[in-house]
């Protein structure tokens, strides 16, 4: 049976968190459906990483080593990617839905005209009738994501086409290594039979990163607030009980709509996924747009004055009141408690 494709993504000497979470969740489908997890690395001085995608499951590496490879340029990635799915014939290719997966996936399935779904939050295995034909296929891969701004959750099939392609959003699925470390097979990629210079008619002439300055999605705690905070003033409430936690903050869409904080603290469908270890909502209605990036935290508190907001069906702990009152108090007593 044809293999799982997982597109991994360099940057700065490092596997990117997404590709990591990809490679977990493809060793899970891949012990499915009875077949080989397969990563694809692409890059430049490589060999320190060429054996990392097997502490996730994988049991086969296809390495193109090349310093024209990194940093990433999309012609000869493209042309790489589609040379080896065209070679290895993989059922499933998944990347990450970054910048340079939301680049990449649409032209390799453009190219190989098999279809892709973007942005999705859950992946399984499962069949499917044909409802007119009665036709039935087996292990398809049910690509899952929020749909009509968030009102629905789509599930997404392509019976026909191969591989079936999904990019992923960040955060979404769990990073674990396997328990025990595992051998694979290292298979080099011969990269001037792929590429010309053609693939090479961009060039990089200077190239600037600015690092992140908010980092939501590594917090381990995390205060949340929406609209129902109020203002822009009434969030430095929220800055301090971030502060004394030890944790960061972030915001719903409808807060950021309101220029309460920045877009790179927004927590949902179209900001980022989120699963810390406390997160606290303040004034959050509860909305699946905003649900979806943060219900798979271990723990959930909301505080919001109507008891049957929505976000209380996800929460552990309920608190009923206003915001700034007993964000308030939770600054002052925890303050007391740590001395």
Known sequence: MSNIFVYCEVENGKIADVSLELLTKGRSLAQQLGCKLEALLLGHELAALAQQPFLYGADVVHLADDKRLYPYLTLPHAAIVNA??????????????????????????????????????????????????????????????????????????????????????????????????????VKKVDVSKILSDAHFVVKIIDRQMEERKIDVKSAGIIVSGGYGVGS??????????????????????????????????QVGQTGVTVRPKLYIACGISGQIQHTAGMDQSAMVISINTDANAPINQVADYAITGDVCEVVGKMVKYYKQNSK
């Open 232 to 265: 822009r003033e009434n969030f430095q409430l929220l800055h301090e009980l971030a502060a004394v936690l030890g944790g960061e903050v972030g915001a719903s869409r409808a807060a950021v709509d309101a220029g309460f904080t920045e877009h790179a603290r």
């Open 84 to 185: 080896l799915i065209r070679q290895e014939q993989p059922q499933i290719a998944l990347m990450g839905a970054t910048t340079i997966g939301r680049d990449l996936g649409p032209r390799v399935s453009s190219a190989l005209h098999s279809g892709l779904t973007a942005d999705c939050t859950s992946l399984e295995v499962g069949d499917h009738t044909e409802n007119k034909t009665g036709k039935v296929y087996k292990n398809l891969l049910y690509q899952i994501r929020p749909a009509f701004g968030g009102n629905i959750i789509a599930t997404i099939i392509n019976p026909e086409c191969r591989p079936q392609m999904a990019t992923v959003r960040e955060g979404v699925m769990k990073k674990e290594p396997l328990p025990a470390p595992k051998n694979g097979e």
